[in-house]
C-alpha cells in the first residue's frame, strides 16, 4: 500500500535510582531480543543511552531516538523508573508514545531483582495525567519479555495511524449536494487532530480534468484498467475518461500535498457531475482507494478521514459504505438463517454505488449507475465498479464530529456472509452481533450519518485504542455491546 507510514518504535528504559539500574539494562536487551526472534526487527530500536534516571538522560534519549528516525516510542519500565523523566520524555517526543512496564522474572530474585514496575505504572499513570501527555497503556501493561514483545506489536498499527494523521492533508471537491446535510460536520476538530484540509470548488477540477485531455499517460492507465476488470470490462467505451480523471486526481494530489506526506479526498460525484464530466467517478474512486489513497463519495470529509485510520491500521484497502437496507425475510430464511446464529436483526445490507476496490468484490463488472440513471441519461453515468462483497471478517467504524464540535466514534465487528445480495452497486450482506441495537442505540442516537467505514479484517481492537489515543472520551466511544449489557438509552423493561 501506498499514502501510508512506516513505523519505527525507539525502545527507551528507565529506571529510578534507588533501583540498580542494571535491572532495566537487562530486561531492555531482553525485550529487544524477544521482540526480534517472534517480529521484523526493522520495526524497532533500542536507545543505547544506559538507562534513563535523570532530566538529562531524557535529553539524551530523546535526542538519540530522534537522530534514529523513530516516530514512536516505548517507554519500558524497567523498574520502578523515574515519574517525572519518564513523563518527561513522553511529553517532547514528537509522536505516538506506550507505557509498558516488567513483570518479575522467579521467585529467587526478589531481593535485589525485584523491579516494582506494577507499581512505577500507577505512578506514571498519574504523572500522565498531570501533564496532559497522552499515552497508549496496553489493557493489562506488565509483563516478560515475551508478553511486552508482543505489547509492542500490537502497538505499531495504532502508532502508524497516529503518525499518519499528523501529515495527512483531506483534499476535497464542493460542498455537499443539496438535500445532503447528512454528512456535514464542522472541519475545527481536523485541524485539532492535527490534520491539513484544502476544500475546493468541482469548477477547479473541472478545470484540471479538461487540462488532462490528450494526456499522454492515458492509453497506459486504461490498458491497466483493461486487466483489472477481466470479463467485467462492459463499458470500454468510458475507460479513457476514467484514465483522464484518474490522472487528474493523482496530479492534483502531488501539487497540492504541500510539506503533508499523505493524503485522502473526499469529492463531488453529484448532482452536477454526471452531466460536465459525462461519467460518474466511482470506479476511479474504488481504484485509488484500493492502493491507500482513500477517496470519499458525497464531499463526507469524516468519511475519509475514517478510511485514511482503517488503511493505516489495517494497511490494506478500505471501503466506505451506506448502512443500506435491511435483508428481505425470505434471503435470511433460506440463505443464512439455517446456516449462522444470527437473527434477523443482526443482518443488513451494506451498499455504494461502486467505490469498492475489484480486490474486496467476489466479481465485478463496469456498469451505469442506476440510481442517478432514473432522473439522467443513462449514458453520462457510466463507470461504476458494481458486485457482491468478498465474504469474510469485516470491522464497520467511523470517527466523526458532532455539530457542535466534539468527537464521537463507534466501532464494530462483524462479517460479510456468503449469501447472494441479487441486488445493484458495491454491495454485500453483513452480520454483526446485536446489530439491532448498536444501530439504534449507538447510531441513530449518536446522530452519526448512514456512511460507515469498513476494513476487511477484524482491527477492532486497534481501532478502539486509536479513538481513545485521539481523544475521544469513553462516553462517546460506541460499540456493539452484547446482549445483556443495556445502552444508557435503552429501555431496560424492553
Same mark, same amino acid.
Given at each position: 500500500?501506498?499514502? #501510508? ?17 542494571? *535491572? ?68 517532547? %517526543? ?21 523491579? /516494582? ?93 479538461? @487540462? ?10 486504461? @490498458? ?105 425475510? /425470505? #434471503? ?12 434477523? @436483526? ?13 480486490? @474486496? ?31 469474510? /471478517?469485516?470491522? %464497520? ?46 447510531? #441513530? ?18 481501532? %478502539?485504542?486509536? %479513538? ?17 449489557? *443495556? ?8
Amino acid at each position: 500500500m501506498i499514502n #501510508i507510514p512506516s513505523v519505527k518504535a525507539g525502545i527507551a528504559a528507565v529506571s529510578r535510582d534507588c533501583f540498580p539500574a542494571s *535491572l532495566s539494562v537487562d530486561r531492555r536487551k531482553a525485550l529487544v531480543r524477544a521482540y526480534e526472534e517472534k517480529y521484523e526487527a526493522g520495526d524497532i530500536y533500542e536507545c543505547p543511552i544506559c538507562i534513563i534516571e535523570s532530566e538529562i538522560h531524557m535529553v539524551q534519549a530523546l535526542e538519540d531516538v530522534k537522530k534514529a528516525g523513530c516516530n514512536a516510542l516505548v517507554v519500558y519500565l524497567g523498574n520502578f523508573g523515574p515519574e517525572i523523566s519518564e513523563t518527561l520524555l513522553a511529553k517532547h %517526543f514528537d509522536g505516538p508514545v506506550m507505557f509498558v512496564a516488567a513483570a518479575e522474572e522467579s521467585g529467587d530474585s526478589l531481593i535485589q531483582g525485584r523491579g /516494582d514496575a506494577y507499581c512505577g505504572m500507577l505512578n506514571a499513570s498519574y504523572n500522565l495525567k498531570l501533564r496532559n501527555v497522552r499515552a497508549y497503556i496496553p489493557e493489562y501493561p506488565v509483563g516478560t519479555a515475551e508478553e511486552c514483545a508482543d505489547m509492542i506489536h500490537e502497538f505499531l498499527p495504532i502508532a502508524r495511524a497516529v503518525v499518519g494523521l499528523s501529515s495527512l492533508k483531506i483534499i476535497s471537491f464542493g460542498p455537499r449536494p443539496l438535500n445532503f446535510l447528512a454528512c456535514n460536520a464542522p472541519i475545527k476538530q481536523l485541524y485539532n487532530l492535527g490534520v491539513e484540509i484544502e476544500e475546493n470548488s468541482e469548477l477547479d477540477l473541472f478545470e484540471a480534468f479538461n @487540462k488532462h485531455a490528450e494526456d499522454p499517460r492515458i492509453p497506459d492507465v486504461v @490498458k491497466d484498467m483493461e486487466e483489472e476488470l477481466g470479463e467485467g470490462n462492459q463499458k470500454p467505451q468510458i475507460l479513457s475518461k476514467l484514465a483522464q480523471y484518474e490522472l487528474t486526481l493523482l496530479d492534483w494530489v502531488e501539487e497540492h500535498k504541500g510539506y503533508r506526506k499523505y493524503a485522502a479526498i473526499a469529492g463531488k460525484c453529484w448532482p452536477a457531475f454526471q452531466t460536465q464530466f459525462g461519467f460518474v467517478p466511482c470506479y476511479v474512486n474504488s481504484r485509488l482507494t484500493g492502493r491507500g489513497i482513500p477517496v470519499s463519495c458525497e464531499v463526507d470529509i469524516y468519511g475519509a478521514l475514517s478510511e485514511f485510520i482503517g488503511t493505516c491500521v489495517s494497511q490494506d484497502a478500505v471501503t466506505l459504505l451506506d448502512i443500506n437496507n435491511t435483508v428481505p425475510a /425470505d #434471503i435470511y430464511r433460506e440463505e443464512i438463517q439455517p446456516k449462522y446464529n444470527y437473527t434477523h @436483526k443482526d443482518t443488513f445490507m451494506g451498499f455504494h454505488c461502486g467505490n469498492t476496490s475489484s480486490k @474486496k468484490l467476489s466479481f465485478c463488472a463496469m456498469k451505469h449507475q442506476l440510481i442517478m440513471a432514473r432522473s439522467l441519461p443513462e449514458e453520462v453515468t457510466q463507470g461504476t465498479l458494481e458486485g457482491d462483497i468478498a465474504p469474510g /471478517d469485516i470491522t %464497520f467504524f467511523r470517527l466523526q464530529s458532532t455539530a457542535d464540535c466534539k468527537l464521537r466514534a463507534y466501532v464494530a465487528q462483524g462479517e460479510v456472509l456468503p449469501a447472494a445480495t441479487r441486488s445493484f452497486g458495491a454491495i454485500g450482506i453483513f452480520a454483526i452481533p446485536e446489530m439491532g441495537r448498536f444501530y439504534r442505540h449507538v447510531l #441513530i442516537e449518536g446522530n452519526y450519518p448512514h456512511h460507515g467505514a469498513v476494513a476487511f479484517g477484524h482491527y477492532g481492537r486497534e481501532l %478502539f485504542e486509536v %479513538f481513545k489515543y485521539l481523544g475521544v472520551e469513553p462516553d462517546a466511544l460506541g460499540f456493539n455491546q452484547p446482549r445483556g449489557m *443495556l445502552y444508557k438509552t435503552e429501555n431496560p423493561f424492553g
